[in-house]
């Protein structure tokens, strides 16, 4: 099957969830700083499933509701940027995460590690992250979290094509292309492509949407000139139904270190890290006041820091200098003085964010 829809661009309303999408797709962003994406679907026949429009799709998906579910989760990331300032790192590789939701705001993640595992639970009012590696445990208010930093959008397919899909929509041509088996259940594709309008190195995002449930189950991001995704998020088994509530508190173990985070909104408040976001749709860019000592002047590096002035390609403009960074699905630019611009998009885009 292959229906088409066309919508137009909508005004600056979405900049904070389509900024969130943005960064997603070239720092592989979250709460907690995971990475995570699912394997392709395997070879077989496609599955035969009632026939559906594009409006009539994405209206089912932005009204679906997961509620609970466990699955395990893989992220298959081939964005290559380096670490950057205040973004997480970004590398290529593969991860495999473990995670349960009771459907009400609850949620348990438990991602293993070369030297042990770490695990994080909310319980409705305090996130808890502990690693087992040096017994620590990270206890910040569930609240704070959330309003800073939205759905965890690393470790939830569901959270990120949801997110995708409402961002992206205004600027998109959408189609149904077909069916597919994800995570042993059958699925329509939805597929969003910018439009001629939008500035992105981006060729289109697919959506592997539940049949029965409408909810997304994987999330891939393919750029220009590839046929590989740059990005696939997605669960590579699920199942929904009701949890166990002892999944969803926590005690810190015997012997553990406890520490309390400062609240991430004032963390962001004191030190001048709140990202901004110019532009919507494909075109978002995010923008970054990273502190002076982050800046791409080696002799403003704190100690420990990334040698950035090492990175990219020197390049100026009427915001100053800096260093480039690119790779096949977007960049970056480190300014002197500390700022950093990150999108999808080319290099002059980058450069006007910049100077907006």
């Known amino acids: 099957m292959s229906d088409r829809s066309r919508t137009g661009r909508r005004g600056g309303g979405h900049a904070r969830t389509t900024g969130r999408v943005a960064g997603a797709v070239v720092a592989v962003a979250g709460a ?182 409408r909810v997304p189950l994987r999330l891939t991001v393919l750029a220009n000139g590839s046929s590989d995704p740059a990005l696939q998020l997605g669960f590579t088994d699920v199942s929904f139904g009701a949890q166990d509530g002892s999944l969803f508190t926590f005690t810190p173990p015997p012997g553990a270190t406890v520490k309390d985070r400062e609240p991430r909104a004032e963390h962001e408040k004191t030190n001048g890290e709140r990202p901004t976001v110019v532009g919507d749709g494909w075109d978002s860019v995010v923008v970054t006041k990273a502190p002076a000592r982050d800046s791409a002047r080696a002799e403003d590096r704190r100690p420990g820091a990334p040698d950035l002035s090492t990175l990219g390609t020197p390049v100026s403009g009427p915001w100053g200098n800096g260093r480039l960074i690119t790779t096949t699905v977007g960049g970056a630019i480190i300014t002197d003085d500390g700022r950093v611009a990150a999108g999808a998009v080319p290099e002059q885009v980058l450069s006007s964010a910049l100077s907006a």
């Open 32 to 213: 907690v700083g995971l990475a995570l994406l699912a394997l392709p679907a395997g070879a077989g026949a496609a599955p035969e499933l009632p026939p559906v429009t594009p409006e009539e799709l994405v209206s089912s998906v932005l009204k679906a509701r997961p509620g609970p579910f466990d699955g395990t989760v893989t992220l298959d990331n081939q964005l290559g940027l380096p670490a950057l300032p205040n973004m997480p790192a970004a590398g290529s590789g593969t991860s495999t995460v473990r995670v349960w939701s009771d459907g009400e705001g609850r949620g348990r993640v438990q991602v293993p590690s070369d030297s042990g595992e770490r695990t994080l639970v909310s319980d409705g009012s305090t996130l808890w992250a502990w690693n087992s590696a040096d017994r620590t445990v990270v206890r910040s208010a569930e609240h704070a979290e959330r309003h800073t930093s939205g759905p965890d959008t690393t470790t939830d397919p569901t959270a990120a094509a949801t997110m995708a899909l409402a961002a992206l929509r205004p600027s998109s041509t959408i189609d149904v292309d077909g069916t597919a088996e994800v995570a042993g259940r059958p699925a329509y594709e939805l597929v969003l492509a910018p439009l001629p309008s939008e500035r992105t190195l981006l060729r289109e995002v697919r959506i592997a949407v539940d049949s029965a449930t």
